[in-house]
């Protein structure tokens, strides 16, 4: 058994344990971790890991953590009916060779890790789909579906929730770090609807790639916040950046009319800016409680077909600019993480990680 180890008190430092294999028992399966995408998201994972419980989804020795990736893994070995060794699943995994899962309702579409210290964490993480019988699935898409499908589910749901709630139509929708994958799927689906503003913001270095996308109206650096027009607007935070968050709040003030936490992509600068806010509380945005709800208003395989539809014209288009960067090995995630935490990826690229043998 081979893991990829982050100090929690100190993301930077990391290191490539080896150990015995999981040994499975009745009622488990042990599952090969093949490939993997990694982005800023995994790096929010980290950098969340105390205060969102994301260290507790594959608990390792004390002080270090398993950085949560999704990607594609095999069923090596399995001890309940209807999960077979072969079967190719897409989920929530460790950068590990091997994962122990405690399958519960099994079916025709995979199955969800039942393991007892998971029972806590948010339900949307639990699932392991089959490719077989995936609508997202294609053999040959894989790679942008590891990197950008829970990046994409989630901007969905942010583009669902900006609509829902009627603002999409009360002045622009302001996106920062325009230029991540999360910010390009909200801007993406919103750039579909009639007569939605919306003003990618990013870092001077990024944004001559950010208009080259052609799915922001305007792009503005974070050093001309003061160039935007006043008046009713939405704020989308991917940063995570304080002071730039204090920047737009005081810019709109009362005019502002949401303040969405999403992301945490500046994590350095997490906790900038501190004192009073002008304008509305920030709200905390967080994917898995939108799935639930949505699960509950059209059914899981409602909500699972509306994303699947709005995904394939978007996975066609990424497709034909995206550059994935290979990676094979344990040595490959180290230095992918720490080319990603120190925030060094071209937005044009992304690695996807192979641990086959
Ligand atoms: N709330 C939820 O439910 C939810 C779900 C999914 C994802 N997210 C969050 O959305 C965010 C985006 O994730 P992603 O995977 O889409 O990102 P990504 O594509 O890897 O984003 C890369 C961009 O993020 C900024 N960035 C990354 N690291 C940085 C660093 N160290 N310093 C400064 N800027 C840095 C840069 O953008 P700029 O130069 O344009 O700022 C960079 O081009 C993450 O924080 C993720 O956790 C939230």
């Known amino acids: 058994m081979t893991d990829f180890l982050v100090k929690r008190d100190d993301l930077r430092e990391c290191r490539i344990a080896e150990s015995e294999p999981p ?12 490939t993997f995408g990694l982005t800023a998201n995994n790096i929010t994972y980290a950098v969340m890991g105390e205060a969102m419980s994301y260290w507790d989804f594959f608990p390792t020795e004390e002080g270090w953590g ?29 950068p590990s060779s091997h994962l122990a899962v405690t399958p519960v309702a099994v079916d025709g579409t995979g199955f969800v890790d039942g393991s007892p210290h998971r029972a806590a964490l948010p339900s ?19 790679a942008v579906q590891m990197l950008l499908r829970p990046l994409f589910f989630t901007s969905f749901m942010i583009d669902d929730e ?9 002045g622009p929708i302001l996106i920062s770090s325009a230029s ?12 579909q609807r009639e007569g939605v503003e919306i003003v990618g913001l990013t870092s001077s270095r990024s944004t001559e790639f950010v208009e080259g996308l052609g799915i922001y109206g305007s792009t503005v650096s974070y050093e001309e916040i003061d160039s935007l027009q006043k008046g009713p607007a939405t704020y989308v935070d991917v940063t995570g950046n304080g002071e730039l968050r204090a920047a737009i709040h005081s810019h709109f003030g009362d005019d502002l009319v949401r303040s969405m936490a999403v992301g945490v992509t500046h994590w350095e600068d997490f906790g900038s800016g501190g004192g009073e806010l002008p304008g509305p509380r920030p709200t905390l945005f967080f994917a898995p409680d ?13 909500l699972e077909q509306r994303a699947a539809d709005a995904w394939n014209p978007f996975c066609d288009w990424i497709g034909e600019w995206l550059e994935t960067i290979p990676g094979e090995g344990f040595d490959a995630v180290e230095s992918a993480y720490l080319e990603v935490i120190e ?15």
Do not use: C, N
């Open 290 to 302: 939108r799935i639930v709800k949505r699960g509950k208003d059209w059914g899981r395989a409602g």
């Open 124 to 142: 949307a993480y639990h699932r392991y789909l089959a490719s077989g019988s995936d609508p997202f699935y294609r053999a040959d898409t894989e």
């Open 23 to 34: 040994e499975i028992g009745a009622g488990q399966a042990l599952l090969r971790v093949d």
């Open 180 to 191: 991540s994958k999360t910010a390009i799927g909200v801007a993406f689906l919103l750039a």
């Open 162 to 170: 900006l609509d829902d709630d009627g603002l999409t139509g009360r």
């Open 66 to 94: 398993r950085v949560p990736m999704w990607g594609f893994a095999e069923v090596e070995r399995s001890e309940v009916d209807g999960v077979e060794p072969g079967t190719r699943v897409y989920g929530y995994l460790p």
């Open 343 to 357: 925030g060094g990826v071209d937005p044009k690229t992304a690695h996807v990680i192979s641990l086959a043998d």
